[in-house]
């Protein structure tokens, strides 16, 4: 009988955001950490990402540090990023980006050639800063949708 579905399984945007937040606690970021969920028209998870250093730079020889000659903003790379570059499966025209953070310009600039369609963000705590309203205006200006991640207060916890 169709009445016997169980009704309290999370949505799409809840699974996709919530795989984003877990991505997102892979950041050896001491400051901030960012995730992002790459998923197709059909709801398959394509590829993720988090911010960190690129591969074979080791995060105990770089900085972590915000300020100075030598900081962290040198050598990161954000979640968006890393999640395009690692996608191995040919196109990501059309899909969706979910983002723990809303995109940077030059992560917007990524999203944008590699063809993904909509971002649904959560946070946007930068939204004044110059390079967040530049990236809106480069989204928006290329067709891409943006749409707040809607926060449904359901608490889910995985056990380790």
Known sequence: MKDDKR????????????????AACRSKD????????????EH??????????PMGCSDDEYPWCREGDDNKYLY?????LNAILNYRGGSL??????????PCNECA??????????????????????????SKRMLK??????????RTGRKIVIEL
């Open 30 to 41: 001491p400051g901030t950490q960012v995730g992002a969920c790459i998923v197709s028209p």
């Open 93 to 102: 025209e059309g899909t969706t980006i979910y983002v723990t953070l809303f």
């Open 109 to 134: 600039k990524a999203i944008i050639q590699s063809g993904i369609k909509e971002v649904v963000y959560d946070c946007d705590k930068y939204a004044d800063q110059k390079n967040t309203i530049c």
């Open 44 to 53: 398959k998870i394509l590829s993720m990402g988090y911010n960190g250093f």
């Open 141 to 150: 200006s290329a067709g891409v949708v943006l749409r707040k991640y809607e």
């Open 76 to 80: 990161v790379a954000h979640s968006e």
């Open 7 to 22: 009704a309290d399984y999370i949505s799409w945007d809840e699974y996709f955001m919530g795989v984003a937040q877990l």
